[in-house]
C-alpha cells in the first residue's frame, strides 16, 4: 500500500514552453505532498510544500510563479515548470505519507526527469 | 547551508563483508533522521529510520547508530549483497521546525563487489 505515481517519468520540452508534472496518491489520502529536486550527483532539495486546498509552501530560493503547486484534490498534486529554461533541467520527485502512517513514514513518486532544449 | 552531509560519495564494499556509511548533522534541532536507497531515474526509498530518544536501531540487515554528542549517524549493511549497490541519502527531520521536512545530504554512491 501507500503507493505514490508520478508522471510523466522523463519529458523533453522546448526552452520557453511549460511543463506540467502530476503526483497521484494512489490508494490514500495525502492532505500533504512535497516536491523535491535533484541535480546530478546532489541531494535532493525540497522545493515546495503543497497543502490541498491552500497556496503552497515554498523554500526560500524557489520562486513561485516559475514553479506553479496546485493540490485540488487530496490524491493529486500537480508541478507546472512555466517558461522552462535549460537550467530548469533536473530530476523532479514527488512524496506524501498517509494519514494513519508514522509521523515520518514517506512514500516518494518515481521522479520525472524534465529536460528543456 | 548543507545541514545534512554525507563526505563520501562513493563506496565499494565486497559482498558478504559489512558496509558503513556515515552521515553527520550541524542541526542540534534535528530529532529524528532516516535512510532511503534510490536507484537511478526512481523515487527514494525508505529504508531505516532512527529517533533521536535511542542510539540504535536494527531491522535485518540494517543498523542504524546515532551519536548525538557528535552528531553523527551510520547506517550499517551486514552482510553485503549485490542488491544493496545503489546511491544511499540519510536524511534529517526537525519536528519543532516542522515535523514533515526532511533535509537530505548528497548521497553515497554503494557498490557490492562480487
Known amino acids: 500500500g501507500a503507493v505514490v505515481s508520478q508522471h510523466p517519468s522523463w519529458v523533453i520540452c522546448k526552452s520557453g514552453t511549460s511543463v506540467k508534472i502530476e503526483c497521484r496518491s494512489l490508494d490514500f489520502q495525502a492532505t500533504t505532498m512535497f516536491w523535491y529536486r535533484q541535480f546530478p550527483k546532489q541531494s535532493l532539495m525540497l522545493m515546495a510544500t503543497s497543502n490541498e486546498g491552500s497556496k503552497a509552501t515554498y523554500e526560500q530560493g524557489v520562486e513561485k510563479d516559475k514553479f506553479l503547486i496546485n493540490h485540488a484534490s487530496l490524491t493529486l498534486s500537480t508541478l507546472t515548470v512555466t517558461s522552462a529554461h535549460p537550467e530548469d533541467s533536473s530530476f523532479y520527485i514527488c512524496?506524501?505519507?498517509?494519514?494513519?502512517?508514522?509521523?515520518?513514514?514517506?512514500?516518494f513518486g518515481s521522479g520525472t526527469r524534465l529536460t528543456v532544449v | 547551508d548543507q545541514q545534512v552531509k554525507q563526505n563520501s560519495p562513493s563506496l565499494s564494499v565486497q559482498e558478504g563483508r559489512i558496509s558503513i556509511l556515515i552521515c553527520d548533522y550541524t542541526n542540534s534541532m534535528f530529532d529524528y533522521f532516516l535512510w532511503y536507497k534510490k536507484y537511478p531515474a526512481e523515487g527514494p526509498t525508505f529504508l531505516i529510520s532512527i529517533s533521536s530518544i535511542k542510539d540504535k536501531n536494527e531491522d535485518g540487515r540494517f543498523t542504524v547508530f546515532l551519536n548525538k554528542s557528535a552528531k553523527h549517524l551510520s547506517l550499517h549493511i551486514v552482510p553485503s549483497q549485490p542488491g544493496d549497490s545503489a546511491v544511499y541519502f540519510c536524511?534529517?527531520?526537525?519536528?519543532?521546525?516542522?515535523?514533515?521536512?526532511?533535509?537530505f545530504g548528497q548521497g553515497t554512491r554503494l557498490t557490492i563487489n562480487p
Open positions: 536524511a534529517a527531520s526537525a519536528s519543532i521546525q516542522g515535523a514533515q521536512k526532511l533535509v
Open positions: 512524496s506524501a505519507r498517509p494519514r494513519t502512517r508514522a509521523l515520518y513514514g514517506y512514500t
